[in-house]
């Protein structure tokens, strides 16, 4: 399949910060993960390839036209920033329709696709509300019907699942998803591991300005399986649930601080399974588990200084 989006030696800086750096890279139809902790320039690729940013060096590509030379190709691409700039004294439909007008779409035309959105998006009965009442799940659904309004075929959402209710959440991953199984190219970035885990496969890994891996998720996920991570539990049977743990092969070392246990891991899929199993096997009364380890952060600054 030939690239929706190609880079080539792309860069974008602000002041002495790094945006991205030297990125090169090819992007094909389908859902890719845009996967790295905050700060790691994934918002500022996704303002560069919806013509938010100049690049300072290099090249992309939209489509097969270089950027620079082709602003109309940004026609064929909806955007859904991480953070909101709505004209609040609008109406949810009034805003859509504002939007498809820019986009070029008659008035008539701009209406009914803005009626279509928000049905989609389940904003009708609020679509004749003023914006500064919507929630911010709300807010964050009228970003997203106003990225995918025009039908566009080059689909950038910047953690567009921030602040939706598990009920959107769920309606909206499988709106991506359909995006995808229609041919379109979706752009989803996120810090959170699994919910591009959920969304597909194939996935680009940016760290500090630069593409650290791209391909098959399963690949990112063997790296994380070599992380130690490490697992706070608070019980008040910690001595008792200690010793139980300590012979469990995964378990490569228990420390005590703060009120709880600290245990550090291997393998974190065997070594919650047997905690669960103590859990309820032996009846230990848990009242906090979690992982200071279990995010992005972490797994890059393990990868990169070993």
């Given at each position: 399949m030939s690239a929706v989006v190609k880079t080539h030696k792309l860069s974008k800086w602000y002041g002495r910060v790094l945006g991205v750096n030297d990125i090169s890279l090819e992007i094909t139809p389908g859902i890719k993960g845009l996967l790295g902790p905050n700060g790691a320039g994934k918002s500022t690729f996704l303002k560069i390839a919806a013509g938010q940013?100049?690049?300072?060096?290099?090249?992309?590509?939209?489509?097969?036209?270089?950027?620079?030379?082709?602003?109309?190709?940004?026609?064929?691409?909806?955007?859904?920033?991480?953070?909101?700039?709505?004209?609040?004294?609008?109406?949810?439909?009034?805003?859509?329709?504002?939007?498809?007008r820019l986009q070029g779409h008659p008035r008539a035309t701009a209406s009914e696709m803005a009626l279509r959105a928000l049905d989609k998006i389940g904003l009708t009965d609020r679509q004749d509300d003023i914006i500064k009442t919507y929630s911010l799940g709300m807010r964050q659904r009228l970003k997203i019907a106003?990225?995918?309004?025009?039908?566009?075929?080059?689909?950038?959402?910047?953690?567009?699942?921030?602040?939706?209710?598990?009920?959107?959440?769920y309606r909206v991953m499988e709106m991506i998803?359909?995006?995808?199984?229609?041919?379109?190219?979706?752009?989803?970035?996120?810090?959170?591991?699994?919910?591009?885990?959920?969304?597909?496969?194939?996935?680009?890994?940016?760290?500090?300005?630069?593409?650290?891996?791209?391909?098959?998720?399963?690949?990112?996920?063997?790296?994380?399986?070599?992380?130690?991570?490490?697992?706070?539990?608070?019980t008040a049977r910690e001595r008792e649930l200690a010793a139980v743990l300590a012979g469990e092969p995964s378990v490569s070392g228990i420390g005590f601080e703060d009120g709880g246990m600290m245990v550090r891991t291997t393998n974190r899929d065997s070594f919650f399974q047997h905690l669960m199993d103590c859990i309820v096997e032996q009846k230990f009364d848990v009242e906090e588990i979690t992982s200071p380890d279990d995010n992005l952060q972490a797994v890059f600054d393990y990868l990169i200084g070993r």
């Open positions: 940013l100049k690049p300072n060096i290099g090249r992309m590509y939209l489509f097969g036209h270089d950027i620079r030379r082709r602003r109309k190709v940004f026609g064929r691409v909806g955007y859904c920033p991480e953070y909101d700039g709505f004209y609040l004294e609008m109406t949810g439909r009034q805003f859509l329709a504002a939007m498809l106003q990225a995918f309004a025009h039908e566009p075929d080059l689909l950038l959402l910047d953690e567009p699942l921030n602040g939706v209710d598990p009920v959107w959440r998803r359909d995006f995808g199984r229609q041919g379109k190219t979706v752009i989803v970035s996120s810090h959170i591991l699994a919910e591009i885990e959920s969304l597909t496969d194939d996935i680009i890994l940016i760290h500090q300005g630069q593409v650290f891996a791209q391909g098959d998720i399963h690949y990112i996920r063997d790296l994380i399986d070599t992380h130690p991570h490490q697992v706070f539990i608070r």
